[in-house]
């Protein structure tokens, strides 16, 4: 009969450590990051998946690691006292609780947390927490809103555009007439020096107006695109030739790292022009005539874009002017001195590239304007109204 029972206890001694073991592995394998600890905060289980969060081993955590150096500043004794409270899930628990965890080298990790206290006798002995990592999810969840303010001012900048371009139509006819009898007058009448002066400012007044319809249109897009294949650093180093003998460009040093052996980019070399001029335009008045503009052409990373940069050393772009410098008449130069309209035509013409244009500004720091371009572009990709030619 002893025999008997020492045999069976022996078998709920094996039965006992295989389970314990196997609940042991079952937490130690878990995806989620596991700790357990003591209510004086000594770590008495440390998982992979914790591990691999929290930069510990589990041998360093179980060591030498208290529960309060991951939770920074008072964040253990708010966890606790939410534990105890009835409001977060029942008393003892705590559920999808997000909260910051201090990894080993500093880093602050925000989580999602599961954890309840472990009570023995009605008395506390442990917690336990299940959490895990949200850094991925809350990245993509910050690109999300980014890719949505960009649709927003994309509808936006479509909708200014087509009442720019009604306003732009309605008005370019009677400016026409404006200029040409302006013209008329001065050239077939004998005036005196006063009223052919005041004439002269008429007709120059109506050839600004002109320009700014001009650049309207230009803004809705809606001249015809003639699309060919263009060797990129040519048409800068051509755009280039034009501005450096312009006073503003007297003191502005240029230097151009163009890489060499680029492919050709589809695109419509006036409207590139358009778009590097007023980039290069704005980086000139920006520096007030003197400085160090830098144009870097390169390939992407991915081999599918030509990438173009311009940087120069003026002051830099405010934080709260640099949201809003892409739209229609946004400007910040003194009447008269900027329409507002070049940067909302140089997007809509890099747009309808189907290319991509970016702004980086220190304050202080001076400014660099990046337009990258596909290589390849689709026939159909275009509106009806514009051509395409191979
Ligand atoms: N390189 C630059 N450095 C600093 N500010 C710039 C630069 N380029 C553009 N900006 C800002 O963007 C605004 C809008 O530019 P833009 O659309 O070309 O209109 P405009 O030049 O007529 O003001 C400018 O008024 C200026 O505040
Ligand atoms: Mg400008």
Redesign the pocket.
Known sequence: MKVIDTINSEKEESLLERSSAFLRNLILSAVDGVIAADMKGKILIFNDAASEILGYTPEEALKSVNIRQIYPGGVATEVMRKLRSEEYGGRGKLKSYQVNLCRKDGEIVPISLNASIIYEKGREVATIGFFHDLREALKMKKELELTQIQLLQAEKMASLGKLAAGVAHQLNNPLNGITLFTKLVLEEYELEDDARRDLKRVLRDAVRCRDIVKELLEFARQTRQNIHPQDINKVVLRMLFLLRNQDLFQNIKIKEELSESLPPVPMDRQQMNHVFM?IIL??A??MEGSGELTIKSYLSKSGDKVCIEFS?T????KDD?INH?FEPF????EEGK???????VVYGIVKNHKGNITVVSKQGGG?TFRVELPIYQEKVSFDENHTYQE
């Open positions: 007023n704005n980086a008045e920006a120069d003026g002051p830099g772009i002017v410098i946004f400007t910040t130069k900027g329409t507002g309209l070049g940067l909302s400014t």
